[in-house]
């Protein structure tokens, strides 16, 4: 009998555990989306450049 209650009593623990992260990580994440969201947005100064890519020859 004291068996089951230990181990429901730790079922129950890593239950709870669990739910406090995932509830931590949800405010993380709206925190940190409240705060994007108060920036403005910005744009580039310039138009981006086109990345140029060679070949490598072979040089004898």
Do not use: P
């Amino acid at each position: 009998m004291a068996k089951v209650l230990i181990q429901e009593g730790i079922k129950k623990y890593f239950e709870k555990e669990d739910k406090s992260l995932v509830s931590e990580n949800n405010f993380n994440t709206d925190k940190f989306r409240v705060e994007l969201e108060k920036q403005s947005a910005r744009r580039f100064k310039k138009a981006s450049q086109r990345i140029r890519y060679y070949k490598k020859t072979d040089q004898k």
